[in-house]
T-cell receptor, first 115, second 115 residues
């Protein structure tokens, strides 16, 4: 069965620091990859996604992620975080199997950015 | 904008009660999902539906059932609520089966407490 690992459960950064959140998945075939974000009190929403092409994907609010197939990874990055980036971040994988394709989510990383 | 609404933001029920959680989407999406979100466990899929009156078990269906009588509405039913079903419940919808490359749109969540 597919699984998604987010090794950092809690991350605390100061404003302007650089961010990298790790995501690894366990599936050897073709995958679609997503990062979702949940700001305090808000809906879970899409940050960015990768399904083909350039492995460096840019999303909203200055976030980007790089798909490295050989490492089964899809790490999220931002060069300079802001207080408003405080949120919980979820990596998700959709394996391109036959039949109905489900999203499998990681356990999430809570990011706290101090002003 | 896609809108996914859930009938209650907060719900408190007693052990053994039958509980109904309602979800409505306004974008004519084919597929709807129910997840539960627990700290340290991320999002886990309970049930999904790819068409009216069609349903499939997700990863943790035990103790739950669902109903989809109309395309826009997907209900989650706890036949006899138990304390281990205290959780945040999230509904989502999308056009493509399982998401594929498509974005899942989430509702605001229902925080259920079972006493």
């Amino acid at each position: 069965a597919q699984s998604v690992s987010q090794h950092n459960h809690h991350v605390i950064l100061s404003e302007a620091a650089s961010l990298e959140l790790g995501c690894n998945y366990s599936y050897g075939g073709t995958v679609n990859l997503f990062w979702y974000v949940q700001y305090p009190g808000q809906h879970l929403q899409l940050l960015l996604k990768y399904f083909s092409g350039d492995p460096l994907v840019k999303g909203i609010k200055g976030f980007e992620a790089e798909f490295i197939k050989s490492k089964f990874s899809f790490n999220l990055r931002k060069p300079s975080v802001q207080w408003s980036d405080t949120a919980e971040y979820f990596c998700a994988v959709n394996a391109m199997n036959t039949g109905f394709q489900k999203l499998v989510f990681g356990t999430g990383t809570r990011l706290l950015v101090s002003p | 904008d896609v809108k996914v609404t859930q009938s209650s933001r907060y719900l408190v029920k007693r052990t053994g009660e039958k509980v109904f959680l309602e979800c409505v989407q306004d974008m004519d999406h084919e597929n709807m999902f129910w997840y539960r979100q627990d700290p340290g466990l991320g999002l886990r899929l309970i049930y999904f539906s790819y068409d009216v009156k069609m349903k499939e078990k997700g990863d943790i269906p035990e103790g739950y059932s669902v109903s989809r009588e109309k395309k826009e509405r997907f209900s989650l039913i706890l036949e006899s609520a138990s304390t281990n079903q205290t959780s945040m419940y999230l509904c989502a919808s999308t056009t493509q089966p399982g998401g594929g490359t498509d974005t899942q749109y989430f509702g605001p969540g229902t925080r259920l407490t079972v006493l």
